[in-house]
Nanobody
């Protein structure tokens, strides 16, 4: 299994931006499924954005047009650029690769 470590979370005002990073313990070049999920207090973990086959991406309707998933295979790192953040984006964000999950990073959007 690959080990995943997220970083980049924090407190941001509504309308602000954050970039999350997920660094893997080994090459992600051949990994087809990688993605970001989030879990808000009292809610189930939900899909945010993923790579499927190759560089194809999918986004949940709630973040489409505001969030961008990307990855740097040379750095074994996946990113989530989050713009125009809203209070409802507040959650713990997790990256996933295959069956492996990171420990999560907290994102709080509040004035």
């Amino acid at each position: 299994q690959v080990q995943l470590v997220e970083s980049g979370g924090g407190l941001v005002q509504p309308g602000g931006s954050l970039r999350l990073s997920c660094t893997a313990s080994r090459s992600i070049f051949s990994i087809g499924f990688m993605g970001w999920f989030r879990q808000a207090p009292g809610k189930q973990r939900e899909f945010v954005a993923t790579f499927t086959s190759g560089e194809n991406t999918t986004y949940s309707d709630s973040v489409k047009g505001r969030f961008t998933i990307s990855r740097d295979n040379a750095k074994n790192t996946m990113y989530l650029q989050m713009n125009s953040l809203k209070p409802e984006d507040t959650a713990v964000y997790y990256c996933r690769s295959g069956v492996s999950w990171g420990q999560g990073t907290q994102v709080t959007v509040s004035s």
